[in-house]
């Protein structure tokens, strides 16, 4: 396997200091990029992976895939309250960072996907993400009287 000339300590050790939301970022692109055979070897000792799970992911329109991410996110899934304090009042919530990685993959999917899908379904797509986000800015809190 090659690995292009890149120092691995020095990438270990830039790994090692990134916050959850960026590693999160990362793993996300290199479940997306790995060939099914090789993500039991990325994964296996970490995530059970379910036979089947990633071909139906795949199936997925981009804009099924927006709807149902801002579905989950208004009901609350990605609410993840906790106690701020001064020893973490610059760090997020684990559901915070979950919400923006993904966030994130689908923004990205939407320009990968502009020029190979109907114009039409990656603007609508663009419009479910951003009134999502516009949805937050309103103060609207996602979840938070649930428990």
Do not use: W
Not at 17 to 29: F, G, K, S, T, Y
Not at 53 to 79: H, I, P, V
């Amino acid at each position: 396997m090659s690995n292009l000339g890149a120092d691995l300590s020095a990438l270990r050790r830039q790994l090692q200091a990134l916050p959850r939301d960026e590693l999160l970022v990362i793993a996300q692109r290199a479940i997306e990029l790995l060939p099914d055979a090789a993500l039991p070897t990325l994964l296996g000792d970490v995530v059970q992976i379910e036979h089947g799970l990633q071909a139906t992911a795949q199936t997925l329109s981009l804009l099924d895939e927006a709807r149902g991410f801002s579905a989950t996110s208004m009901s609350g899934k990605f609410y993840d309250g906790f106690d701020v304090n001064s020893r973490n009042c610059t760090q997020q919530s684990r559901g915070t960072d979950a919400f923006v990685a993904e966030f994130n993959r689908l923004l990205g999917r939407c320009v990968r996907e502009a020029n190979t899908v109907a114009g039409g379904m990656v603007c609508e797509s663009f419009e479910v993400l951003f009134g999502l986000l516009r949805h937050i800015d309103e103060g609207l809190d996602l979840g938070a009287h649930q428990s």
